[in-house]
Each structure stands twice: as structure tokens, then as C-alpha cells.
């Protein structure tokens, strides 16, 4: 019974009637993304587990082990990308590499490589933007009409190593587009009537997020440094001038970082996490999260 048992399993146990691709993303909302255009067609997996920072990860020799056998690998323009990338090709000469943000600003879809500010003026103390390679703020994901941009451009990528699975991919493209265009109308109804717009980071990951919103994103740390003491004094002024008393994390650690200006503001640190795989809840958690800080 137990070898016919194994005969069943062996003949039938890995047949799924599609081709299972290997694809990497560096973040989880990037694989969220690629799993909802691939659907079974792919095994989907993320570089930087969730809780991690992508600016100091390095992949683990079990990660590296399942990246020799990956068709596609999905990056977002973080530096240790291009270090990884390179020796990656090297091990694995065929997989194709798609660089998210680079396929944006090459077809005029990215906006943000030209805002980098030097915040000379005490108006503007802090980066509203977040700098990486050749000026493009990465966090492309933050923004989900500009997200949805990303969705074409993915599933050529998909269509070039497995043809087969084309209708799929532009049909799934077209339900995702329109989930991220519903999802794009929900967080502008929550910002609809903020007569403020201002709101506190530790790190600048949501400047695509507001820009597309209407918001200011003021920040405590300019390109991975923070600023100086001159410019938090000033940050400070800004901040109980605009009656800001909330100040926003991605984490514990970086909470700490955010107590100090919090007590002069007599008010609270935030978490929010631009990093979470449960992408469209997780936006919308932030947007309100922002929204009520906003509040008079």
C-alpha cells in the first residue's frame, strides 16, 4: 500500500498543469506584486525577509543556493543590489534581471530623480525625498498608481521566459491595475479634506507616497544620515509651528531614534512599516495612521 501510495505521489503529486518559474524580489511588496500577475505560474520569493533592512541585508547562503536556480530576479535600485547582481550573474548566467525603478525612469515615468533638495533654508530643514542610485528614490511601491506602472513592464519580463503563460499574465495585469487604481481612490478620499499636510519621518520612505497625496514628508535623516543639530533645532521649530506631534518609524529601533524630537513635541512615535507584504491593507493603515496625525 505504502510503495503504491509513493507511485501516486511520484506520477501525480508535482503535476499542477502549469510551469513553475523561480522569481526572486528584493522586498515583499514587490513578490506580493509578481505573485498576484503570476498567480500558480511562479514560485515567488523575497530577498529581504520582513523585519529586515534592505539598505544593510545581505542574502544568506541558503538564499544564494535558491538564486542559482531563478529565472527572474525583480531589484529596486538599492546599492547592495548592484554588488549582489554582479556576482549573481556570474553563478547564474541566464536569469534575467529587472531593476524596477530603472525600467520606470527609462520610459519618463519616474518623477523624483530630479528632486534632490539641498535644504539650505530654515523653511526646509530636513530631505523630503530619498536619494540611491543616480538620484531615484526606490521606494517606488509607496505610490500605488506608480506601482501599477510597474505592472506591464513585469509581465513582459514573465512573458520573455515563459511565453505559455502570456494570456494569464496580461489578463491577472489587468485586475491588479484596476485593484491598485481602487486602492489609489480609497487613500484620496482619506486625505480628501486634511487641512494639514505635513508629517514627520525618521526615514524618508514616503516620498513617492507623498507626493502623489498632496503631502509634505519632513525627515529626520537625509541619505541614511541624520541631519545635523542645526537642522534638527530647526526641524523642531517647524514641527510646533505646524502643531506636528507625531512622529513616524518603521521600527523599534528607529522609534528610539524619534523619542527624543516626540518628547519635545509632547507627542507619540508611529510605526509604520513601508516594507509589509499585505500591501493594499497595509497602505491603507498607513494612510490613516497619517491622516489622524494630521489632525487639529
Same mark, same amino acid.
Given at each position: 500500500?505504502?510503495?503504491l501510495?509513493?507511485?501516486?505521489?511520484?506520477?501525480?503529486?508535482? %503535476?499542477?498543469?502549469?510551469?513553475?518559474?523561480?522569481?526572486?524580489?528584493t522586498?515583499?511588496? &514587490? $513578490?506580493?506584486?509578481?505573485k498576484?500577475?503570476?498567480? $500558480?505560474?511562479?514560485?515567488?520569493?523575497?530577498?529581504?525577509?520582513?523585519?529586515?533592512?534592505?539598505?544593510?541585508?545581505?542574502p !544568506?547562503p +541558503?538564499?544564494?543556493s535558491?538564486?542559482?536556480t531563478?529565472?527572474?530576479?525583480?531589484? &529596486?535600485?538599492?546599492?547592495?543590489?548592484?554588488?549582489?547582481?554582479s556576482?549573481l550573474?556570474?553563478n547564474?548566467?541566464?536569469?534575467?534581471f529587472l531593476?524596477?525603478?530603472r525600467?520606470? !525612469?527609462?520610459?519618463?515615468q519616474?518623477?523624483?530623480?530630479e528632486?534632490?533638495?539641498?535644504?539650505?533654508?530654515?523653511?526646509?530643514p530636513?530631505?523630503?525625498?530619498?536619494?540611491?542610485?543616480?538620484?531615484?528614490?526606490?521606494?517606488?511601491?509607496?505610490?500605488?498608481?506608480?506601482?501599477?506602472?510597474?505592472?506591464p513592464?513585469?509581465?513582459d %519580463?514573465?512573458?520573455?521566459?515563459?511565453r505559455?503563460g502570456?494570456?494569464?499574465y496580461?489578463?491577472?495585469?489587468?485586475?491588479?491595475?484596476?485593484?491598485?487604481e481602487?486602492?489609489d481612490? %480609497?487613500?484620496?478620499e482619506?486625505?480628501?479634506?486634511?487641512?494639514? +499636510? !505635513?508629517?514627520?519621518?525618521?526615514?524618508?520612505?514616503?516620498g513617492?507616497?507623498?507626493?502623489?497625496?498632496?503631502l509634505?514628508q519632513?525627515?529626520?535623516? $537625509?541619505?541614511g $544620515?541624520?541631519?545635523?543639530?542645526?537642522?534638527?533645532?530647526?526641524l523642531?521649530?517647524?514641527?510646533?509651528d505646524?502643531?506636528?506631534?507625531t512622529?513616524?518609524?518603521?521600527?523599534e529601533?528607529?522609534?528610539r &531614534?524619534?523619542e527624543p524630537?516626540?518628547k519635545?513635541?509632547?507627542?507619540?512615535?508611529v510605526? &509604520?512599516?513601508p516594507? %509589509?507584504?499585505?500591501?493594499a491593507?497595509?497602505?491603507?493603515a498607513?494612510?490613516?495612521?497619517?491622516?489622524? !496625525?494630521?489632525?487639529p
Open positions: 500500500m505504502r510503495a501510495l509513493l507511485l501516486i505521489f511520484l506520477l501525480f503529486g508535482h %503535476s499542477t498543469g502549469a510551469a513553475e518559474l523561480q522569481v526572486f524580489a522586498i515583499e511588496p &514587490i $513578490k506580493t506584486l509578481i498576484q500577475i503570476a498567480a $500558480k505560474r511562479a514560485i515567488v520569493h523575497s530577498l529581504v525577509p520582513s523585519g529586515f533592512d534592505p539598505h544593510l541585508y545581505e !544568506s +541558503r538564499q544564494i535558491q538564486l542559482a531563478t529565472q527572474l530576479y525583480v531589484s &529596486i535600485g538599492m546599492p547592495f543590489e548592484r554588488v549582489w547582481q556576482r550573474q556570474q547564474s548566467p541566464g536569469m534575467r531593476d524596477a525603478n525600467a520606470l !525612469s527609462d520610459s519618463h519616474l518623477a523624483m530623480a528632486e534632490k533638495h539641498q535644504h539650505e533654508d530654515a523653511h526646509e530636513a530631505d523630503h525625498g530619498h536619494l540611491h542610485v543616480e538620484g531615484i528614490d526606490p521606494h517606488i511601491w509607496t505610490d500605488p498608481i506608480l506601482f501599477a506602472q510597474l505592472v513592464v513585469i509581465v %519580463s514573465l512573458v520573455d521566459i515563459d505559455a502570456a494570456a494569464l496580461r489578463a491577472r495585469a489587468v485586475e491588479v491595475i484596476a485593484e491598485l481602487a486602492l481612490a %480609497s487613500i484620496r482619506i486625505f480628501r479634506d486634511a487641512e494639514r +499636510r !505635513s508629517f514627520i519621518v525618521v526615514h524618508p520612505a514616503w513617492h507616497f507623498a507626493k502623489r497625496y498632496g509634505e519632513v525627515a529626520l535623516e $537625509k541619505e $544620515k541624520r541631519n545635523s543639530a542645526k537642522h534638527q533645532a530647526e523642531l521649530s517647524l514641527a510646533l505646524q502643531q506636528i506631534n512622529v513616524f518609524a518603521q521600527s529601533s528607529e522609534a &531614534i524619534a524630537l516626540a519635545a513635541l509632547r507627542g507619540q512615535v510605526i &509604520i512599516n516594507l %509589509s507584504g499585505d500591501y491593507d497595509n497602505l491603507l498607513v494612510a490613516r495612521a497619517i491622516r489622524a !496625525s494630521l489632525q
